[in-house]
Nanobody
């Protein structure tokens, strides 16, 4: 069992930055063998993948809408993964969730929400125009 806990959401003006953190815990969790991801869900929309990191950085992926603005990274020693969000726009407003899934083979990391087994509770990000 893996537990995830997000922190760092809030309200900012457009063009500003926010950092989201997700602390992972549990006897089976290893940053080197998991895919860790951030999803977001805006009102009336489906939950979408924002960014994912597999095997402690061996592979990363980003939604097209955040490429060049958001960066996902992880801290092995603390079992912490982070989403640095820069140049925020009102379109980034959503509830952000961290998620994790055991990935035994590199290149086989999940990307759809229903493929992830573990989820945080979500944190609100609001970007004002």
């Amino acid at each position: 069992q893996v537990q995830l806990a997000e922190s760092g959401g809030g309200m900012v003006q457009a063009g500003h930055s926010l950092t989201l953190s997700c602390a992972a815990s549990g006897p089976t969790f290893s940053f080197r063998r998991y895919t860790c991801a951030w999803f977001r869900q805006a009102p009336g929309k489906e939950r979408e993948l924002v960014a994912a990191i597999t095997w402690a950085g061996r592979d990363t992926k980003y939604a097209e809408s955040v490429k060049g603005r958001f960066t996902i990274s992880g801290d092995n020693t603390k079992n912490l993964f982070i989403l640095q969000m820069n140049s925020l726009t009102p379109e980034d407003t959503a509830v952000y969730y961290c998620a994790a899934d055991y990935t035994p083979f590199i290149g086989d990391g999940p990307s759809a929400a229903n493929e992830f087994d573990y989820w945080g509770q979500g944190t609100q990000v609001t970007v004002l125009a």
